[in-house]
């Protein structure tokens, strides 16, 4: 903005830029301009599209010539009087435009009346060229802070989500650990000050972990606990209506609860959210996150807290499975050995990680889906799963896992975790398509990331969209399927194949389409 006043005789300048997503003219600089000027565009709200004379000006294509500012509606904005006061006269102002579209203004004053000569307003002209080209260069990097900041976020939430799962396979028969994990990184991930993870017992719900509360604030909470899903706070009426409750701001919505109000009150805190953890969609508990300033929760916080409801339900079913277990071996004694019951256990939690329930199709949905799982022993590593994306695809995967026993059907479970969260995220496709390649290569990396019992998995998994009946599939060392078709006959879903998934973290794969 100084070359302005150097090159081009002047007592202040300003440029503005048009915001194309907002529709608003936005204050990004200035030169000259005497400090109550400066203070009152800066501080000022955007201005909307068509609203006074400098956004109409950053919508077209001429320049905008005022040879005397005191000339009744000559300009129209509202810092006229700003201007005049400053002791300004005249003005000039010209659009910012890169490739025929209008980017900006760029406008200079005068403390003299009078008009401005064709070599001025073409000398200005040059400088809003240069103008332009730095906002697009701008504009440009901001996008690239946004999709890095994306980017490290998903990274982010996936190393939190492979932590629970660690825990969870060495804390097999007991919950405890895992809740303290993922109150830590529910906290952390969502930008809150608080969490804490809840038990519901089918009577009362109790306090199962917490992160970062203050002995004062912790001493109050846990006044409130246990209680009954009925009672007035926000966890309570997650649990009850086994749904999400956020609330961006607990001092302006009417709708939440007097206990939930005093506590927030007391503890400082003005933003919450409540994810209910379901099994079998009966509420077990419930994760909320706190945090001082008011404001909403993004769509991916909630999704996080969402999966880590359900990685803490996979921990209270293993922990209870496990406990019914230890109880069944103390009545068996000597008619049952451990190893026995362990098989037994594995079985149940191998057989409650596939889906079950099989929906009817719709409009929506108009896939029809059957599916059928039987262990040739106790336990095996076997497993399918399928579920659909929020653009309308459908994913499904059919799997198995090397040895068998207890640690299959955890590195099962971890296996299925995982690509659901990544297959299910838009981050980081290149194209609107999503790759099942690129699925597996993310999955492939966190199996193979402390891997000390060499296990691995053979996959194959396919993203079908019903709109057009293309799947797209990626083979990673599992035998090839068949396609039953009511006029081709039965024929295998041939394509690219690769080695399983857990064994190199580098190893790379192929889409195949069908």
Request: overall charge negative; some cysteine; aromatic content about 8%.
């Amino acid at each position: 903005m100084s070359h302005v006043g150097q090159l081009l005789p002047s007592e202040g300048s300003f440029l503005c830029e048009f915001d194309e997503a907002s529709d608003t003219l936005m204050f990004r600089g200035a030169h000259g301009l005497p400090a109550k000027v400066l203070k009152a565009m800066s501080e000022a709200p955007p201005l909307p599209r068509g609203r006074g004379s400098f956004s109409q000006l950053a919508m077209s294509s001429s320049p905008l010539v005022v040879t005397d500012l005191k000339t009744e509606g000559a300009l129209r904005s509202p810092f006229l009087p700003w201007f005049v006061e400053a002791g300004y006269k005249s003005m000039l102002g010209v659009p910012l435009m890169r490739e025929g579209r209008t980017m900006g203004g760029l406008v200079i004053f005068r403390r003299h009346a009078g008009a401005f000569t064709s070599e001025d307003i073409d000398l200005l002209s040059a400088f809003a060229a240069e103008g332009a080209l730095a906002l697009a260069h701008a504009r440009v990097f901001r996008t690239l802070e946004q999709r890095t900041g994306k980017l490290t976020e998903a990274l982010a939430q996936q190393a939190a989500a492979s932590e629970v799962l660690r825990v969870m396979a060495v804390s097999q028969a007991d919950s405890q650990p895992v809740f303290d994990t993922i109150a830590r990184n529910a906290a952390k991930l969502c930008d809150g000050e608080m969490c804490a993870v809840f038990g519901y017992d089918g009577d009362l719900i109790h306090i199962r972990a917490t992160h970062n509360w203050t002995e004062v604030g912790l001493s109050a909470f846990q006044a409130m606990y246990p209680r009954k899903p009925g009672e007035p706070s926000v966890v309570a009426l997650c649990v009850a209506e086994r749904r999400l409750v956020h609330v961006p701001d607990t001092e302006t919505n009417i709708h939440v609860p007097q206990d939930s109000l005093s506590l927030t009150r007391l503890l400082h805190y003005r933003a919450v959210v409540a994810v209910p953890m379901l099994c079998d969609d009966q509420p077990i508990g419930a994760i909320g996150v706190m945090r001082t300033e008011a404001g909403a929760f993004t769509a991916s916080q909630i999704a996080l807290l969402e999966t880590f409801a359900d990685q803490a339900v996979i921990a209270v079913e293993t922990s209870r499975l496990f406990r019914e277990v230890q109880e069944s071996n103390r009545e068996l004694g000597r008619h049952r050995d451990r190893m026995e019951n362990e098989l037994q256990l594995a079985r149940e939690i191998q057989l409650s990680m596939v889906p079950t329930k099989f929906p009817a199709p719709t409009l929506a949905r108009p896939v029809e889906i059957c599916a059928a799982l039987i262990p040739a022993r106790e336990i095996g590593g076997d497993l399918y799963d399928f579920f659909w994306r929020k653009d309308g695809r459908l994913c499904f995967v059919v799997a198995d896992v090397s040895d068998k026993g207890a640690p299959a059907a955890l590195y099962m479970a971890r296996t299925k975790t995982l690509l659901r969260a990544i297959a299910t995220s838009d981050d980081g496709w290149t194209t609107d398509i999503p790759s099942p390649a690129r699925v597996l290569e993310r999955v492939n990396e966190e199996l193979c990331a402390d891997n000390t019992q060499t296990m691995f998995v053979t996959l194959f998994f396919g993203i079908f969209d019903p709109k057009n009946g293309l799947l797209r599939a990626c083979n990673a060392g599992h035998p090839e399927p068949f396609a039953i078709h009511a006029k081709d006959g039965v024929r295998a879903l041939a394509g690219p194949r690769a080695v399983p998934l857990g064994i190199s973290p580098l190893q790379r794969y192929a889409d195949g389409e069908h």
